[in-house]
């Protein structure tokens, strides 16, 4: 357990609403991401953080903003959502080469978010 | 580019059967290879990894050797069980500077019958 925590776990909303997903790590780890999760691709990176107020694009970051005022949370923000953007999102948070599992990402329980 | 490719699924398998999913990969430069699983309802948990060619990851009683000559690392079990249900995924981290993000595959779904 890594202590990332996600909220919410489930939401559904309706094109063009804006939404606000949570990921919260209670180790001050550096590193934090948001990916998505869809059949036939795997997860793939939206946005990363290397630290408060650092943040920088993914793969797939078109039609996402994130923001990370303190260490312990990095918000993903959907500024208008699109059915496109139904998916389960997950926070991972990556382990620093002082601590046991270095260099290690370990991930949060997921948000199915639903778009309809 | 850097990817993953990993067998298609979904698998079904009995009880006590042999384990194999296969996992090829393409980097830039010199990765460390994980493989994660997916359990029911869950996120993604860190199963095994390896960070140079020749390592053998191991753990739960799954294995894969990281194959620098034929860019693999496939996973193996020698018997199943129902509890290893699950989707498994293959990923790679390159290890310099920077985001230090994994590559991942498209993940294989493994369902073991009793």
């Known amino acids: 357990d890594a202590g990332i925590t996600q909220s919410p776990r489930h939401k559904v909303t309706e094109t063009g609403t804006p939404v606000t997903l949570r990921c919260h790590q209670t180790?001050?780890?550096?590193?934090m991401y948001w990916y998505r999760q869809d059949p036939g691709h795997g997860l793939r990176l939206i946005h990363y953080s290397y630290g408060v107020k650092d943040t920088d694009k993914g793969e797939v970051s078109d039609g996402y903003s994130v923001s990370r005022s303190k260490t312990e949370d990095f918000l993903l923000t959907l500024e208008s959502a699109t059915s496109s953007q139904t998916s389960v999102y997950f926070c991972?948070?990556?382990?620093?080469?002082?601590?046991?599992?270095?260099?290690?990402?370990?991930f949060g329980p997921g948000t199915r978010l639903t778009v309809l | 580019g850097n990817s993953v490719t990993q067998m298609e699924g979904p698998v079904t398998l009995s009880e006590e059967a042999f384990l194999t999913i296969n996992c090829t990969y393409t980097a830039t430069g010199y990765p460390s290879l994980f493989w994660y699983v997916q359990y029911p309802g869950e996120g993604l948990q860190l199963l095994l990894k390896?960070?140079?060619?020749?390592d053998k990851g191991s753990n739960k009683g799954f294995e894969a050797t990281y194959r620098k000559e034929t860019t693999s690392f496939h996973l193996e079990k020698g018997s199943v069980q129902v509890s290893d249900s699950a989707v498994y995924f293959c990923?790679?981290?390159?290890?310099?500077?920077?985001?230090?993000?994994?590559?991942f595959g498209t993940g294989t779904r493994l369902t073991v019958i009793p």
């Open positions: 991972a948070i990556r382990r620093g080469l002082g601590t046991s599992g270095r260099g290690e990402q370990f």
């Open positions: 990923a790679l981290k390159l290890d310099e500077a920077g985001a230090n993000n994994l590559f």
């Open positions: 180790e001050n780890h550096r590193y």
């Open positions: 390896a960070t140079k060619a020749d």
